[in-house]
């Protein structure tokens, strides 16, 4: 089957752009808000002999929906090379509802017993499985919409996630303005989640009628996980190296309300004003930093900010532990999501369209993903909180951040052996 691309009009490239981006809201959103109501939950559905250990269990139970998001990212990634990107897009906001949807309604541990955490724990992996395929769906898509551009296009998957991290940041500390701690034990603790299953129709429908990538192309006989493990193994080891800063910056950023609660004493509503400040540096800088490196090459330019976070973020934790207040919260959280995640991170999925070939590169990149956030990302509150209290140093999160950023940089300088290959390649050649 031939397939000549042309050209859409403005108005469908934008609707196709804010159809794929609005998937990343809801994923990111779903997570944030699991993560900034980590103590509520470890209350109401993980009770335990101590509160440490509670929180330990709600941690885990975020932790577990990336153990799902592999098995979604080879599915859902293999479906949407061989059916199309759009049609893997719409199906995993679907899904992705139904998990949020879930956490909304289920009732607590005091009402059904044991029942309750695990339907929690389904309707994290459910979500995990969808956001697993939901990455490598939308970058592929938005990096595919302009070769020349595909750092500013990709980009705009983080600003999608600065978005969800400054929405819930900022529904997390209303919900806390507004109602009282038993209200929001009660029951108000839902209406957060409960917005969540308002975005997740309204995703699917625009996904629905927008455009296809211009690069997709159907294939018969076309086995795409297959394909990658055979043919691109040490590119996907890579790719899980690219995402080990990224993900542990980005779940560190999510984690920090806890610290601050539980480790620097800081109030509720102080605990989250890093998060919402970082949010907001999310949705503005990432897609500059991209067009600088579609301009002046990103791989250095994603070097030089990843290594300016990883060196710096334990001297700023330990200036954080020794003076905590809101002030100090908001700069140390600023300067990291700055450095890691705007400036870094937020050129790996262009560089990912560049390592990969078009034919398998929404599993490629959902797979790497995926697999690089189970590994670098979902646990990292929980190994956080034991690493904490097994140490008894709260800065310790600056140093396993430049553990990770460390190995992002190598990983960085190893794919130059690849650099182009996803755009000057036949989509048939491997």
């Known amino acids: 089957m031939t397939y000549t691309p042309h050209a859409p009009s403005n108005a469908r490239l934008w609707l196709s752009v804010l159809a794929t981006t609005l998937g990343g809201v809801l994923e990111w959103y779903d997570l944030i808000l699991y993560g900034l109501f980590a103590v509520t939950l470890s ?24 153990v799902a998001r592999p098995i979604g990212a080879a599915w859902l990634g293999s479906y949407a090379d061989r059916k199309g990107r759009r049609q893997g897009l719409v199906l995993s906001s679907l899904l992705m509802t139904v998990g949020t949807g879930l956490l909304a309604v289920v009732p607590s541990y005091g009402t059904i017993g ?23 769906g939308a970058a592929t898509m938005l990096a595919e919409r302009s070769p020349k551009y595909r750092g500013v296009y990709s980009s705009l998957q983080w600003s999608a996630g600065g ?8 529904v997390a500390w209303l919900v806390h303005q507004a109602f009282t701690e038993a209200q929001i034990l009660a029951w108000a603790w839902r209406l957060p989640f409960a917005l969540g299953m308002v975005l997740g129709p309204l995703t699917a429908w625009l996904r629905l009628i927008s455009d296809e990538s ?74 500059l930093f991209a067009l600088l490196g ?62 990969f070939l078009p034919r398998n590169r929404t599993t490629a990149i959902a797979l790497s993903y995926a697999l690089g956030q189970l590994v670098f990302g979902g646990f990292t509150p929980m190994i956080l909180s034991v690493l904490v209290t097994y140490f008894q140093d709260k800065a310790i999160p600056g140093l396993y951040l430049l553990g990770t950023v460390v190995l992002s940089l190598v990983c960085l300088a190893c794919t130059r052996q690849y650099a182009g290959r996803g755009q000057s390649l036949k989509s048939g050649e491997r």
């Open 214 to 287: 211009p690069e997709f192309k159907r294939q018969d006989n076309h086995q795409p996980v297959r394909e990658v493990i055979r043919h691109e193994p040490l590119r996907l080891l890579l790719g899980m190296g690219l995402v080990s800063a990224g993900a542990t910056g980005s779940y560190l950023n999510i984690y920090m309300p806890t610290l601050a609660k539980t480790q620097l004493h800081l109030g509720d509503a102080v605990s989250f004003m890093g998060t919402m400040v970082s949010g907001v540096l999310t949705i503005i800088l990432p897609p």
């Open 114 to 136: 044991l029942a309750a955490p695990l339907i929690v724990v389904f309707s994290r992996l459910l979500q995990g499985f969808a956001a697993g395929g939901e990455f490598g």
């Open 163 to 170: 978005v969800a991290v400054t929405l819930a940041s900022a």
């Open 294 to 355: 579609d301009k002046v090459g990103r791989r250095g330019m994603m070097a030089v900010m990843a290594a300016a976070g990883g060196f710096m973020a334990w001297p700023l934790f330990h200036f954080l532990v020794a003076s905590p207040s809101g002030l100090h919260l908001v700069l140390v959280q600023a300067f990291l999501v700055t450095t890691v995640y705007c400036g870094y991170y937020a050129s790996v999925p262009a560089l990912f369209a560049e390592i």
């Open 43 to 66: 209350h109401l559905f993980f009770p335990a002999t101590t509160a440490g250990f509670s929180l330990l269990l709600s941690l885990g139970s975020f932790g577990v929906a990336f």
